[in-house]
């Protein structure tokens, strides 16, 4: 003899079981909880080399940058990669220090877009991301640091410190 | 024996009675009671305290300060679900209540002006959804917003303070939908049918504009715009208007409608599966099969505009985009791109079985159909590959990165884009196999008709393909703009496809009428299944639509700092959504209950013209 389910039920199981299938999807790829940035304190004695993993604390966490750009990859990237930044750097626009630009490039991304590629990186002194100062000057000390030799300090003087119009 | 347990019973109870006194006097006894005194003696040390206690307690509630909550709790209960669940309930309802008029109107209107009363029965069947699902939409809305409040007081001061001119419209537009709706189903029948229809496109303006207004809050949410830095409401039309707001609301457009079609095609499923008469089954054959089609229909466009939703989240913060499609979210889209999978292999075989209504094609199907299988199922894999895989560090380094040599590009946006476009196209082939199954064209240029249909959707898909492969060759500037061109070649293939499609069967011979009421009973689960994986769709795009924002309730402007800031697993998430759903479809249950016992004997019935069910014929309607 055939059992025969209402159809009540069935449909009941049918659910129950598509949800249950794409929940135990939704367990197969990665968890990892988004937690809030860490707030990066910097210290006024600070060296060079500690501003470079500061830096690199940062371009991992609250910075964002490696959200987007890429170390090491070539191909078709959607944004450029930054293995040996701290060499081009200085030679990217002409008049501006390796500083300077790599300044410009962190508070008025859109000033210079590298060929290639679109403009759209958000300024990082500002909110969502909203480093300070000090924090942007780490960043440039681990920028410098990939190819170039590093010489930002906390005393590093530029043009855009301050949210200033890089005149 | 039954008095033996009642005298047990009884006994029991007064045993019971007797150690709850007996605790009770020993508690009340073990009391600590102060020590007889001299009449002389000061007040009894514990009085004392206690009145000690009272007054400073007086003392410090009269001088509490007024503090603004930031946030509150309930309980223990999270404030995250106390919000989230009820947040996506609404939507799930207002979808479906904002969907169900769109098309109820339009299957009205071909129903009036083709004299066809069939339609003017199946949109009255839909309508009978809409009443019930209304209620619901406002109670799960006040529920939301009662949490909001509550629990998020300084966050919804702010949006209070930006938006405050959006509410008193918003209010009245829901009362004037409340008129509408109500008119437009309890007068179904008793007004001029051009009047009825005139109330009907009143519901759906009401409505639409109640969505409008509803996504200007949430787009804004992500894409401020029109305040200062700190918040400061600086011109409401600008925040209004913000940067996802059109983009949102076109994708919320279509979405709604395909959830919609879905759950009203599940609901003439459930109608066929319980149905007593081979009439009945044939109208429910012939509702869930239009159901289907809206929700096909409606689903063939969407993933091109949630493809420009999501270009608008990059261009107003690239970091936005990068976190949806590449960050800490990209491994939702792979679930995603599973649900989509579902449901277009759903779809098709559905339409694939369909096919079995015209006798004689039910044996051997179309030939067709194993190579859309195939196409369909590779598009799938294509789609749900992952750039990057979960591998121990001794994999990474076998394959010399977290990404697989050779499938790693199949992850990338070219191939992923090339792959829900080819997949679109073959759907598409699919329903018009399904058009044509039992008819022979008699147009004398139907021979280059069918050509030019092949070259066409067979160009479109060279193309999309061409340019998939182009771009792995290609700076990011040009490979952006690919997907517009792959989506501008599908939708004017499909559309020249269908215009061609339908002069060509002007007055085409019907080999023989499909016979509505003959599917098997496995077909109508699937149309269940399709609507549950719509459900769970909008519930999960509902989660990353809020957690694309991360620890910000404005994001940029408003950050979140309460304990629920982080953003939870995707396992987590997925177990509220499927809790969402299977609560959701408990309600919907319900309401397709409702729906049951209200329509039997209406008025709209006896204007039913009888289907042709398994030996009839007739056209297909």
């Known amino acids: 003899m055939k059992l025969r389910l209402p159809v009540g039920v069935n449909v009941a199981v049918l659910i129950v079981v598509t949800t249950a299938f794409y929940t135990y999807v939704g367990q197969l790829v990665p968890q990892a909880e988004i937690q809030p940035p860490e707030e990066v304190i910097i210290r006024k004695e600070t060296t060079t080399e500690q501003l470079i993993a500061i830096g690199e604390k940062l371009a991992h966490g609250k910075g964002l940058c490696l959200t987007c750009h890429t170390i090491g990859q070539s191909g078709a990237l959607r944004y450029p990669d930054l293995s040996g930044i701290g060499s081009r750097a200085g030679q990217r626009i002409e008049g501006l220090s390796d500083i300077e630009y790599l300044a410009q490039s962190l508070y008025q991304p859109d000033s210079y877009v590298v060929a290639g590629f679109n403009p759209g990186m958000p300024p990082i002194h500002k909110s969502p991301i909203g480093l300070t100062d000090d924090q942007i000057l780490a960043v440039m000390a681990w920028l410098q640091s990939m190819g170039g030799t590093p010489t930002v300090t906390l005393q590093t003087t530029h043009a855009f410190r301050g949210g200033g119009d890089g005149s | ?621």
Not at chain 2, 113 to 134: E, Q
Not at chain 2, 152 to 166: A, D, G, R
Not at chain 2, 598 to 616: F, I, Q
Request: glycine residues 8%; contains cysteine; aromatic residues 14%.
């Open chain 2, 1 to 621: 024996m039954k008095r033996i347990y009642i005298v047990l019973g009884l006994i029991a109870a007064l045993a019971a009675l007797a150690v709850t006194v007996g605790t009770v006097r020993y508690l009340v006894s073990g009391e600590y009671r102060p020590p007889i005194r001299s009449d002389a003696a000061e007040p009894a040390p514990r009085e004392k305290a206690i009145e000690d206690i009272a007054a400073a307690k007086a003392l410090a509630d009269a001088g509490k300060p007024y503090v603004d909550a930031e946030y509150r709790r309930i309980g223990g209960i999270p404030s995250r679900l106390l919000v989230w669940i009820p947040a996506q309930l609404h939507l799930l309802f207002a979808a479906f209540v904002l969907a169900v008029p769109l098309f109820v109107l339009i299957i009205e209107a071909i129903g009036y002006f083709s004299g066809d009363m069939r339609y003017d029965r199946l949109a009255y069947d839909f309508a009978k959804l809409m009443s019930v699902s209304f209620s619901l939409t406002a109670t799960f809305g006040a529920f939301m917003t009662f949490m909001l409040v509550i629990l998020y007081p300084k966050f919804m001061n702010m949006m209070f303070e930006v938006f405050n001119l959006t509410f008193l419209p918003y209010v009245l537009l829901f009362f004037a939908e409340a008129a509408f709706l109500y008119t437009y189903y309890y007068g179904w029948g008793k007004f001029h049918p051009l009047v009825h229809l005139g109330l009907g496109l009143g519901l759906n303006l009401v409505g639409t504009a109640i969505m409008f207004i509803a996504n200007a809050w949430v787009s804004f949410m992500t894409s401020p715009a029109g305040v200062s830095e700190s918040g400061a409401l600086i011109s409401v039309w600008d925040a209004v208007t913000n940067f996802t707001w059109i983009p949102i609301n076109v994708h919320r457009l279509i979405a709604n409608v395909a959830f919609g079609g879905s759950v009203a095609a599940a609901y003439a499923a459930w109608q066929y599966l319980g149905a007593k008469s081979d009439q009945e089954r044939a109208h429910y054959d012939w509702a869930g099969y239009i159901g289907n089609i809206i929700a096909v229909a409606a689903f063939l466009p969407l993933p091109f505009a949630g493809y420009w939703l999501a270009s608008e989240y990059y261009g107003y913060n690239q970091a936005l985009g990068i976190m949806m499609m590449g960050g800490g979210l990209r491994w939702l889209f792979i679930i995603q791109a599973v649900l989509i999978g579902m449901i277009f292999l759903g779809a098709n075989f559905y339409l694939w079985v369909g096919m079995g209504r015209v006798a004689g094609s039910e044996k051997r199907g179309h030939p067709a159909i194993k190579y859309l299988l195939a196409v369909i199922a590779i598009c799938f894999a294509v789609w749900a590959t992952p750039r990057s895989i979960i591998s121990t560090a001794s994999e990474v380094r076998a394959m010399g990165g977290s990404s697989h040599p050779v499938l790693g590009y199949l992850g990338v946006m070219s191939a992923k884009n090339t792959a829900v476009n080819i997949l679109i196209l073959a759907t598409f082939i699919s329903f018009v196999l399904y058009l044509r199954s039992g008819k022979t064209p008699t147009v004398p240029w139907a021979k280059l008709g069918d050509r030019l249909q092949a070259l066409i959707l067979a160009g479109a898909a060279g193309y999309v393909l061409f340019l998939g492969v182009r771009g792995y060759f290609v700076e990011a500037s040009v490979r952006i703009n690919y997907s517009v061109y792959m989506v501008g070649a599908v939708l004017t293939a499909m559309a020249l496809s269908f215009l061609i499609n339908l002069l060509v069967l002007q007055r085409a011979m019907l080999k023989s009428a499909p016979r509505w009421g003959t599917m098997p009973a496995y077909s109508q689960y699937v149309l269940i299944f399709i609507a549950v994986s719509f459900t769970w769709l909008m519930g999960l795009m509902g989660f990353v639509r809020s957690a694309l924002r991360q620890h910000w309730h404005i994001y940029g402007i408003m950050r979140d700092n309460s304990p629920d800031a982080f953003t939870p697993t995707l396992g987590y998430a997925t177990q509220v959504v499927s809790f969402i759903v299977l609560l959701f479809f408990v309600l919907i249950g319900f309401v397709f209950w409702l729906a049951s016992l209200s329509g039997k004997a209406h008025a709209a019935d006896e204007h039913a013209v009888e289907l042709p069910v398994a030996e009839g014929v007739a056209e297909t309607p």
